[in-house]
């Protein structure tokens, strides 16, 4: 059966994906080879799509939509044990055919095919071993390419001489090349070391084409008597006719290439200082100035002032001010197109809302590290996936986080964000963890557990308001962490939300009077807390009594 018969695509290769276990798909990008410039990470264009040199996978594995051609089965290795029925059933690619099909399938040996001991699932399967293929088939039938039989060479002297055999052909080529390229004229005397007689007479050149041919690096044309012209225009004379072997005119020498310069990446020099005064059409300035113009535009929404960007040059300039963008809103979309994150990075907001927002974490870590004065960032309901490139971005001047209802976050993942960075001397600032000068945390919704609980306390002991609403693991033995008298946020919590923590129990209201600055305790929604203890809490309190505007809600006025 032919492989065109098989079904559709039988001879088509499959492209293989990376093995994410050797040591060069575990390793990052150098930076340094010519992919790596090209990478928009790296300052590139992006416009070549290929992975890092020192990146490419020494064993690529068959994708996982890889079925037999011949039962339509992926490999089924995994569920046998012995090494004879796990070879029958994985499935194997023929590197002269491409077809992937089971051993199994086959009904042949494992000794009648050739196994490829360098990449897996790789082999020479045993048709193409026994039909003695060599190269790559095209429509499932080999292409048998046989040369012609070149004509005798009829001398003008005497009788025709049977052709030199090609290793004697080849010799004789590249003599005659040799003496090209020396530029030594060739006589018919000089022509005798060659053992025929037909060529002893046919290899002479005059002494103006030789050196030109010399200079511009032609070979001379190849081949016997009956060839036909050459594609620059030179054409092959019969030996023993006395004339040139190469005739004229040449055709035009192809231009050469230019030199491959080494790239580098180019940055674009910096913006020019904005004007003071607003340009007319008169040719005067405006007698408001620039700081005028602020005061006006700071009353403006976004709404009116992309409006007022499109006025004229000299508006848009002054209206990418930071100062009339202290807070910018990009929730609930579905994606970060490039102009909005440039435009952005470009407003320098001071609190920025990304809740439910598809953004990924090559974006976020982009802006985070080109937003150094960022002081409130909401990344509610985004995935942890970008969530984490919080742990590789610097938050120096970060006062608030907003990390409620991310999905699938571990207790594991939390601990990476909590702890300092694994470069950081414990001599450094740093040392304390990345969240050491945050003074709000919401973690509405997250499977924290005490142990978390415990890094938190550590690496972020500024804290004056936390949120563990809906926290399933926060119970008595958490509050118990909060309000020791080792821990740094028992004199510095204000708001306290624990709605919804179905743990606790009236055994740890009393814990709540230890924190003399506490103003504000939601325990709403908690089943285990009964609202007779509650009352009693908000009526004796930390210094000062409580007020319950809502059943377990305390409040206390400043």
Not at 307 to 319: D, F, H
Not at 415 to 430: C, F, N, V
Not at 541 to 557: A, M, N, S, V
Request: charged fraction near 25%; proline fraction near 10%; aromatic fraction near 4%.
């Amino acid at each position: 059966m032919s492989s065109s018969s098989r079904g559709p695509g039988a001879g088509a290769r499959r492209r293989r994906t990376r093995c994410r276990r050797c040591r060069a798909c575990v390793r990052t990008e150098c930076g340094d080879c010519h992919f790596c410039r090209d990478m928009k990470k790296f300052g590139g264009p992006g416009r070549m799509k290929q992975s890092c040199l020192l990146r490419q996978c020494t064993a690529p594995v068959l994708p996982h939509t890889a079925v037999c051609l011949l039962c339509g089965e992926a490999g089924k290795e995994d569920t046998v044990e012995g090494e004879e029925e796990k070879f029958g059933l994985s499935l194997m690619e023929c590197t002269i055919c491409n077809e992937i099909v089971h051993p199994g399938c086959l009904k042949m040996g494992k000794a009648e095919g050739v196994i490829n001991a360098e990449i897996p699932n790789c082999w020479e399967c045993p048709r193409c071993t026994q039909e003695g293929r060599t190269n790559k088939v095209k429509g499932g039938r080999e292409r048998h390419l046989k040369k012609k039989p070149k004509p005798t060479l009829a001398s003008a002297e005497g009788p025709a001489v049977p052709s030199p055999s090609p290793q004697r052909e080849k010799l004789e080529r590249f003599k005659r090349m040799c003496q090209l390229l020396e530029r030594v004229p060739d006589t018919s005397s000089s022509s005798s070391d060659s053992d025929s007689d037909s060529d002893s007479s046919g290899t002479s050149l005059s002494e103006d084409e030789a050196p030109g041919e010399a200079r511009n690096g032609r070979r001379p044309a190849r081949g016997s008597s009956g060839e036909k012209e050459n594609r620059g225009g030179r054409r092959a004379v019969r030996p023993g006719s006395g004339a040139p072997l190469l005739s004229w005119p040449l055709g035009p020498a192809p231009p050469p290439r230019p030199p491959q310069l080494e790239r580098h990446v180019v940055r674009p020099p910096p913006r020019s200082p904005e004007p003071d005064t607003l340009p007319l059409a008169a040719g005067s300035d405006h007698p408001l100035p620039r700081a005028a113009w602020l005061r006006v535009f700071q009353h403006l929404g976004p709404r009116e002032l992309c409006i007022c960007m499109r006025v004229c040059r000299t508006w848009s300039r002054w209206c990418y001010d930071k100062r009339l963008w202290p807070r910018m809103d990009l929730s609930r979309r579905k994606s970060l197109t490039p102009p909005m994150l440039s435009g952005v990075v470009r407003r320098q907001p001071r609190a920025l809302d990304l809740s439910w927002t598809g953004v990924s974490k090559k974006q976020l870590m982009w802006l985070l590290n080109r937003l150094q004065g960022l002081q409130e960032l909401v990344l509610s309901g985004c995935s942890w996936l970008s969530v984490s490139a919080l742990g590789s971005a610097p938050l120096p001047a970060l006062r608030l986080l907003d990390l409620r209802w991310i999905e699938d976050v571990k207790d594991s993942q939390l601990r990476e964000l909590l702890l300092p960075p694994p470069d950081t001397k414990p001599g450094q600032t740093e040392s304390r963890g990345r969240l050491q000068g945050v003074a709000e945390l919401r973690l509405a919704g997250l499977e924290l557990t005490d142990a978390s609980l415990r890094l938190l306390l550590r690496h972020a002991p500024q804290l004056s308001a936390l949120d563990l609403s809906h926290c399933a693991h926060v119970g008595d033995p958490s509050v118990h962490l909060l309000t020791a008298p080792t821990s740094p946020l028992r004199e510095t919590l204000v708001h306290l939300n624990l709605a919804g923590c179905h743990r606790l129990t009236d055994h740890c209201l009393p814990l709540f009077r230890r924190c003399p600055r506490l103003r504000r305790l939601d325990l709403r929604s908690c089943r285990q807390l009964s609202p007779e203890a509650c009352a009693r809490l908000a009526a004796a309190g930390p210094p000062g009594p409580f007020r319950c505007p809502e059943e377990k809600l305390l409040l206390k006025d400043s």
